[in-house]
């Protein structure tokens, strides 16, 4: 098991930003690619954006492309959603997931290690 927690979360205007933090406690995550995935009441889980292992491949959901910006820092075992522009439809609990290999990181079920969430509210 790979322990990871999410924070960051919180109530913002629209147009205003957030920075969401994945960390993983006793393990390290440097050699998973780790997506970023979001879930509204009553709405299907999203991808949101994934980073490559090596932080230089990224990919985004088109919703968000220009506007989010994944990363991490490998020495501090941390990867960072950065949202700006915010919108109410961004409105959702955000996941952090983690998985060997970068092919389909933007397929959930192909996750293997999945945080509690954080929850963003964007009010308009």
């Known amino acids: 098991q790979v322990p990871l927690e999410e924070s960051g979360g919180g109530l913002v205007q629209a147009g205003g930003s957030l920075r969401l933090s994945c960390a993983a406690s006793?393990?390290?995550?440097?050699?998973?690619?780790v997506g970023w995935f979001r879930q509204a009441p009553g709405k299907e889980r999203e991808f949101v954006a994934a980073?490559?292992?090596?932080?230089?491949?990224?990919n985004y959901a088109d919703s968000v492309k220009g506007r989010f910006t994944i990363s991490r820092d490998n020495a501090k075992n941390t990867v960072y959603l950065q949202m700006n522009s915010l919108k109410p439809d961004d409105t959702a609990v955000y996941h952090c997931?983690?998985?060997?290999?970068?092919?389909?990181?933007?397929?959930?079920?192909?996750?293997?290690?999945w945080g509690q969430g954080t929850q963003v509210t964007v009010s308009s």
């Open positions: 006793g393990h390290t995550i440097s050699s998973y690619t």
């Open positions: 980073i490559s292992w090596s932080g230089y491949t990224t």
């Open positions: 997931a983690a998985k060997p290999g970068w092919e389909t990181a933007w397929i959930a079920v192909t996750y293997h290690y």
